[in-house]
């Protein structure tokens, strides 16, 4: 049975770790102890959650990343998932499921007009259609700015 709980600066080597090996995968260049370093910062702020999806024995099996956002165009507050990983041993296995189904739960609780997801490109078909299947709909590319 996976269990669920949020993640805390205690976390941060597993949180570190699950996010690597995510970033490996898509092509981010960030290491882990970048990566703890940046979890660290944004632990502290009240806006942001990370969530640990834990097997029966304890162990991490994912972890899926949102933070509280304002948006005129969606109405007001929403979240927005900007990480959501799954060790390959649980893929297919209803996680990625049951941790989006968290991130909803939480949209409700802290009344968010809506949850948007930062998706990897086409290339990557089988994780937009999971998304699709789980309600979500493209609503264009995103940019980035590195100033």
């Not at 099996?61 to 007001?76: K, P, Q």
């Not at 900007?82 to 991130?103: F, I, M, Q, T």
């Amino acid at each position: 049975m996976i269990t669920f709980r949020i993640a805390d600066e205690d976390d941060t080597h597993v949180v570190s770790q699950l996010l690597g090996d995510l970033f490996k995968e898509v092509g981010h260049t960030l290491t882990a102890s970048e990566i703890a370093d940046i979890f660290l910062q944004i632990d502290a702020d009240d806006m942001h959650s990370t969530l640990l999806a834990l097997d029966d024995d304890g162990d991490a099996v994912g972890v899926i990343t949102i933070v509280e956002s304002l948006a005129l165009y969606a109405g007001g507050r929403i979240g927005v998932i900007n990480e959501l990983y799954v060790v390959p041993e649980y893929r297919s296995e209803g996680v990625g499921k049951l941790l989006l189904d968290a991130a909803k739960e939480l949209a409700d609780q802290r009344g968010w007009a809506r949850i948007e997801v930062t998706t990897p490109g086409e290339e990557y078909a089988k994780t937009l259609r999971f998304y699709e299947r789980e309600g979500f709909m493209a609503i264009g590319p995103r940019y980035k700015y590195l100033g």
